[in-house]
Nanobody, 120 residues
Framework: QVQLVESGGGLVQPGGSLRLSCTASGSILNIHAMGWYRQAPGKERVLVAAITSGGSINYADSVKGRFAISRDNAKNTVYLQMNSLKPEDTAVYYC??????????????WGQGTQVTVSS
């Protein structure tokens, strides 16, 4: 089995910062990519940022210049540093990993989600 455990969400004022962390554990052979998605109430889940094992990074246009994704391959952990937060960043943030386990190849795994609320 594979688990993704997220931490770091919470309530922050506009202009503030938060850092999300997500660690993958379990029967992992190889992680191809890790990333963050978010889902606001009544909206679809969308990509925020993703990073491959080789270090290639992709950001949603709405967060470019404000968010930074990074990864510690040795710890199977991905981070999302979120700066200059806006009310429209309010959402449940989900960690995602595309990985090979002992049971599946190139499979998408999801964390349980962490709430980020930006409000004064």
């Amino acid at each position: 089995q594979v688990q993704l455990v997220e931490s770091g969400g919470g309530l922050v004022q506009p202009g503030g910062s938060l850092r999300l962390s997500c660690t993958a554990s379990g029967s992992i052979l190889n992680i191809h990519a890790m990333g963050w998605y978010r889902q606001a109430p009544g909206k679809e889940r969308v990509l925020v940022a993703a990073i491959t094992s080789g270090g290639s990074i992709n950001y949603a246009d709405s967060v470019k210049g404000r968010f930074a994704i990074s990864r510690d391959n040795a710890k199977n952990t991905v981070y999302l540093q979120m700066n200059s937060l806006k009310p429209e960043d309010t959402a449940v943030y989900y960690c995602n990993a595309v990985l090979d386990s002992y049971y599946r190849r190139n499979y998408n795994y999801w964390g349980q989600g962490t709430q980020v609320t930006v409000s004064s």
